[in-house]
Each structure stands twice: as structure tokens, then as C-alpha cells.
């Protein structure tokens, strides 16, 4: 896995611009092709829009029957037709992509590396990160995930230098550890990627106040795309995909089903809030 650059880590980059962003929301099934087509279109329309960074929802390519369906579609790491598109897309369309998350393969048959690739406007892979915290959790009486029977954690932050920024990218259940994202922004994190899919019951609860937090706390611009919808193996997630800035404000959001959210980010801003209100460098502990 590719690790980030640690150049600017305590300031962050010198880049002040001002570009576009997008989030793109699927309810994804359990047929591989029929989800990269439908990412395609919404890539297309994200890039339409005038978005330079597009983010993909976590499992955009597969959403399976069983967990055990995406052990089938396990890719190995730098080659396969998941990966393959990503990169085309990203050529296609001239934009920075953070791929959702692709089953690459693990350390065993039995379980897969929940990755998120990255990729730049010439298709070429600027890095990946594996999902840290796996979703091992009873929500409710008839609702329970164990994530780790057939998925393999990461173990490193990614914070990639990028021509948009300081890009950290983290994954779903991560959002609810905020010592992992205190450590991106110690690498200088300007703007956050977390594709996700949200249960219905916990995003109802606590999706919008972690993203905002997120936000608010490390003083930068997350981009959140979540899975929204009902899907053919009887899961239902909660959508509501938000784009927001570095004082905790929602800039676009989308409630439920397939669709792109495009916002602008601007960069200036960001290090004007951090200027006059330097919370990142008023830490104790």
C-alpha cells in the first residue's frame, strides 16, 4: 500500500484555490456490471457539473447477496476489471477519484482487503487505503454485522499531496474514531473522503453529527457519498451524502437513491478559518 507524503504536515499545503467537488450516491445489488455502468453515469455527471474530485459510497461495486460474495470478486491488488474502470474513469473524465471501496485480495481465500484506491486525471494510482475499523456490531435485534469474517483491517492513515489539496480518505465505521482523523490532520489534511454505507438505523442516528464533527474538529472539507437506498439483498442504507466545509456547514446534501451532489471548495477559505481560529495548534494533550 502506498503511504502518504508527511511534506507540510503541520501547515497543511500552500494551495488556495478554488475547485468543485462530488459525491455520488448508489444503491448498490450484487451484480458488479450493472453498478460500474451505473457509476459510470453518475462519474459523468459528477464531471458535467464542473467536479474535479469525484468520491464514490463504499461497496459501489458490489453489494452482494452474502458478505461471502465479494470473496468471488476479490481483485488482486494493481489489476482487475474493478480497478481497471476506475482508472478509465478517471482518464476519461480528467479527475482526481476516490474509488469507494474494491475487495482486493487479503492474506487469505477467506477474506478481502476493503480498499480505496485513488486515482489521478491521467488514470495513474496516487494511493490506497485499507478500511482500519471493521463494522462488527449488533444493531438491533434482527440486524448484525461482523465485517472481520470476511474482510482484513488496514492499519495506516493515508494523506495523499494531490494538485486539489491535502487529501485524507478514510472509510464508514472509521467516522466514529476520532483519534484517526486528529492523526490525518496532523499530516497536514485539508480536505476528507469517507465513502460509506450507513445502515438506515445507525445513519438515522448519528451520520450527519459525525460527518459535521469531522469537519468541525480538524477544520477542513469533508466529502461523505453514502450507499441510500434499498437493496436486493434486503439491506437498507440511509443515503443522506453531504458535502461540508471546515465550520461544520452542510453545503449540498442528498436524502435518498442513486444520484451526485456537487459543491465548490475553496481552499483560501480553509486556512482562513484555521488563521483565525487556530483550535489545531491550541492542543494539550
Known amino acids: 500500500m502506498e503511504q502518504s507524503s508527511n511534506a507540510g504536515a503541520s501547515a497543511g499545503s500552500a494551495n488556495t484555490g478554488r475547485y468543485r467537488v462530488g459525491a455520488v450516491q448508489m444503491a448498490s445489488g450484487p451484480h458488479v456490471e450493472a453498478n460500474l455502468e451505473e457509476a459510470g453515469r453518475l462519474i ?9 474530485l469525484v468520491v464514490l459510497p463504499e461497496n459501489f461495486a458490489i453489494m452482494g447477496y452474502q458478505d461471502t460474495d465479494k470473496l468471488r470478486h476479490a481483485e488482486p491488488d494493481g489489476a482487475g476489471p474493478i480497478q481497471s474502470f476506475l482508472a478509465g474513469q478517471a482518464r476519461e473524465h480528467r479527475v482526481l477519484l476516490v474509488g469507494g471501496t474494491v475487495p482486493l485480495e487479503g492474506e487469505s481465500a477467506e477474506r478481502v482487503r476493503p480498499a480505496t484506491p485513488v486515482y489521478g486525471p491521467e488514470g495513474e494510482r496516487l494511493g490506497c487505503y485499507d478500511k482500519i475499523h471493521l463494522f462488527d456490531v449488533q444493531v438491533g435485534p434482527d440486524e448484525a454485522y461482523r465485517e472481520s469474517a470476511t474482510q482484513q483491517p488496514g492499519a495506516q492513515p493515508l494523506v495523499l499531496d494531490t494538485p486539489l489539496g491535502r487529501l485524507g480518505v478514510a472509510v464508514c465505521y472509521d467516522l466514529r474514531f476520532p ?7 496532523e499530516q497536514g489534511m485539508e480536505i476528507l473522503a469517507v465513502p460509506s454505507a450507513f445502515t438506515a438505523v445507525t445513519g438515522e442516528a448519528h451520520w450527519s453529527v459525525l460527518v459535521r464533527a469531522r469537519a468541525i474538529e480538524n477544520l477542513c472539507y469533508v466529502v461523505a457519498p453514502n450507499q441510500g437506498g ?4 434486503g439491506r437498507e442504507t440511509h443515503g443522506e451524502s453531504m458535502i461540508v466545509d471546515p465550520w461544520g ?3 449540498k446534501r442528498l436524502e435518498r437513491g442513486a444520484g451526485v451532489i456537487v459543491s465548490d471548495v475553496n481552499l483560501g477559505r480553509l486556512h482562513e478559518i484555521r488563521g483565525r481560529f487556530p483550535a489545531l495548534r491550541h492542543r494539550r494533550l
Not at 459523468?44 to 474535479?52: D, K, N, P, R, S
Not at 483519534?179 to 490532520?185: G, N, V
Request: proline letters at 0%; zero cysteines; charged letters at 15%.
Open 44 to 52: 459523468a455527471e459528477a464531471a458535467a457539473a464542473g467536479a474535479q
Open 179 to 185: 483519534e484517526l482523523f486528529r492523526a490525518m490532520a
Open 230 to 233: 434499498y437493496h436486493v439483498n
Open 249 to 251: 456547514s452542510v453545503l
